[in-house]
């Protein structure tokens, strides 16, 4: 549905977006991350066609953005990150507005309007000033205008910039709910939102395509190690010995002792293939010291994502 | 055509659901006003004193122009004040869609610049029509009292709507370079000047000059609508000078992507 095809974008002699391709099927919700100002915006408003690229073509139904950008735009529904509301004007008459532009025939125009205000929970709020809504509910109304149309893709940043939690969790359920109807990008700097609500991520930084992949291979994939949390009672030199003597394990960190000073807690990593934790278990148990908490940690998309831009830091570096 | 009405109506609704309409049409109204009465008072004084002389000399009392003496000076003050004004009406134009973010919205939608550039100069347009028409009370005004000839009102009319249509289209133009609305108002302000005031240098510097010079001003052109003359090369300049003003618009709106807006 989306083809982004080795796109850049300068503005002056900055490189925004460098050389950036994905693709995105139909009825797919892409999550695109990334840190602030690493090119997501720029990304998505060439998307719109808002801003051409520099170079590199991107193609949304197969249309390209640049040659036949009024057919793309007939065919996306775009929520900038600032909600573009007209403060003066009232929420029907606003969405209307946008209807008519947007191209919905008159006859269908009405009920194209109640359905999206109705999708997004402002059915009552028609008659009000724009002006006078408080942030979530405009935001629902940036949301109503980017659906209002009923477009094939829906591009979507920061959707949920500024929401109270109550707000962002409607808001997700929400766009979760739109999938399979609309492909859908989204672009978020929070992390969480990404596993929650999207199929694949996209991770961009400094303008470049960092990774690619679903959350859950991401983490898998770049945690390439497991770790393991465990509370054990006994004498701390022996038994850091005898973890760092079993297989696989690359890394045993001491983390203190618990509160009431009777065991000693520890990290452990290692890159064996099959878990640690029955081998850890049994050690433990064999030399008799006393294992209060065996618990395997699984790499969050935060270290994912920390873990991959600084790479990328190194990497510059050199 | 759908397009340019739905955004040539949004900017009406935006003008009227707001307070610029009414105080803008409403200082027009009370300036034009205060210029009217002053210059009707003084036509009226001075048929007073003709007839005085008249009769004192016994001779017939000359006739004298309300046309001439009152509604030309009038139209001419009014192309100054709705030189002052009507920037005032198109500085937001684009200014505010680029500072509030909605021009996102306008740029992404299948709408074409052409539309949305007049559709934004009709507005004002309408807007202008509707301050020049309610002056026309003054004018009723005179043909309760008086004898103006209405040929030569409306031929003023149309040179002071063209005029302000020339104001209206810079207008435009210069909203589409800034998000800063006052900015956009000064710098219309300003250009108009320059192309009204270009005329009266044309006596300083050498006649083949001068000449050029006397054809690039707005109020040149003016004069003779203001006399009841129509003539096509006028209009033929008005018409130019709004093409140019919003084609340097659409050139203005496509140029801004690549340098990113």
């Known amino acids: 549905m989306i083809d982004v095809q080795q796109v850049t974008r300068f503005f002056g002699r900055v490189m925004a977006v460098d050389n950036v391709s994905f693709q995105v099927e139909k009825g797919e919700i892409l999550g695109f991350l990334g840190p602030n100002a690493a090119g997501k915006t720029t990304t998505m408003r060439i998307l719109t066609t808002y801003l051409p690229a520099t170079s590199g073509t991107a193609k949304v139904a197969g249309f390209d953005v640049h040659d036949q ?82 477009p094939d893709v829906l591009i979507l940043d920061e959707p949920t910039v500024g929401l109270d939690p109550k707000q962002i969790i409607e808001v997700r359920e929400l766009i979760k709910s739109l999938a399979g109807n609309h492909t859908i990008i989204l672009s978020t700097h929070i992390l969480p939102e990404v596993s929650m609500t999207c199929e694949r991520v996209v991770i961009i930084d400094k303008g470049k395509v960092v990774a690619e ?87 969050s998309l935060e270290d994912v994502f920390l873990r991959v831009t600084t790479t990328e830091e190194e990497v510059d570096r050199q | 055509m759908r397009n340019y009405l739905a955004i040539m109506n949004r900017e009406l609704k935006s003008y009227f659901s707001s307070p610029i309409a009414y105080v803008v049409t409403g200082l027009f109204l009370l300036i034009s006003g205060i210029f009217f009465y002053l210059l009707a008072t003084n036509f009226v004084q001075m048929c007073m004193r003709a007839d005085m002389q008249a009769q ?37 134009l684009y200014s505010d869609e680029k500072k509030s973010g909605t021009i996102e919205l306008l740029l992404t939608s299948p709408v074409t610049n052409t539309q949305s550039i007049l559709g934004k100069f009709s507005a004002a347009a309408i807007l202008y029509l509707i301050m020049l028409l309610l002056t026309g009370l003054y004018m009723i005004l ?47 302000i300003t250009f108009i000047l320059v192309f009204w005031a270009i005329g009266w240098v044309s006596g300083m510097v050498n006649p083949s000059w001068g000449n050029i010079l006397s054809h690039f001003s707005l109020i040149e052109h003016f004069d003779d609508f203001g006399k009841g003359v129509f003539d096509t090369k006028h209009l033929v300049f008005y018409v130019s000078f709004i093409t140019m003003g919003l084609f340097l618009s659409f050139v203005s709106i496509e140029s801004a992507k690549w340098r990113g807006r």
């Not at chain 1, 403060?87 to 029907?92: G, I, Y």
């Not at chain 1, 291979?217 to 465990?230: C, D, E, I, P």
Request: proline letters at 5%; hydrophobic letters at 45%; one cysteine or more.
């Open chain 1, 69 to 150: 950008s009024m057919e793309v735009r007939k065919r996306i529904g775009y929520l900038p990150e600032n909600p573009p509301l007209y403060p003066e004007m009232r929420v029907l008459d606003y969405l209307d507005f946008v209807a008519k532009i947007k191209g919905v025939s008159p006859s269908d125009r009405k009920k194209a309007v109640a359905d999206a205000m109705a999708k997004t929970g402002i059915s009552n709020e028609g008659k009000r000033i724009i002006k006078q809504l408080s942030k979530g509910f405009k935001q629902r109304v940036g949301l109503a205008q980017a659906l209002v149309h009923n």
């Open chain 1, 213 to 299: 992949d679903t959350p859950d291979n991401l983490t898998r994939k770049l945690s390439g190690s497991q770790r393991v949390h465990a509370v054990i009672a006994g004498p701390l030199a022996d038994i850091q010995n005898a973890l760092s003597n079993l297989p696989g394990v690359t890394k045993v960190q001491h983390l203190g002792h618990t509160e009431a000073k009777q065991a000693q807690q520890f990290l452990i990593e290692s890159k064996a293939e099959k878990a640690i934790s029955p081998d850890l278990a049994k050690s433990v148990i064999g030399q008799g010291w006393d294992l209060y908490e065996l618990k395997s940690e699984s790499l």
């Open chain 2, 56 to 92: 004192y000399y016994r001779m017939a009392m000359p006739k004298l122009n309300v046309n001439m003496m009152a509604i030309r000076p009038l139209l001419h003050n009014m192309s100054l004040f709705a030189l002052f004004f009507l920037p005032l009406v198109t500085m937001r």
């Open chain 2, 142 to 188: 005179l043909f309760i009292f008086g004898k103006p000839e209405l040929g030569q009102i409306l031929t003023g009319y149309l040179g002071l709507y063209l005029l302000g249509l020339c104001y209206i289209s810079f207008g435009v133009f210069f909203s589409t370079l800034t998000d800063n609305q006052i900015i956009a108002a000064v710098s219309t």
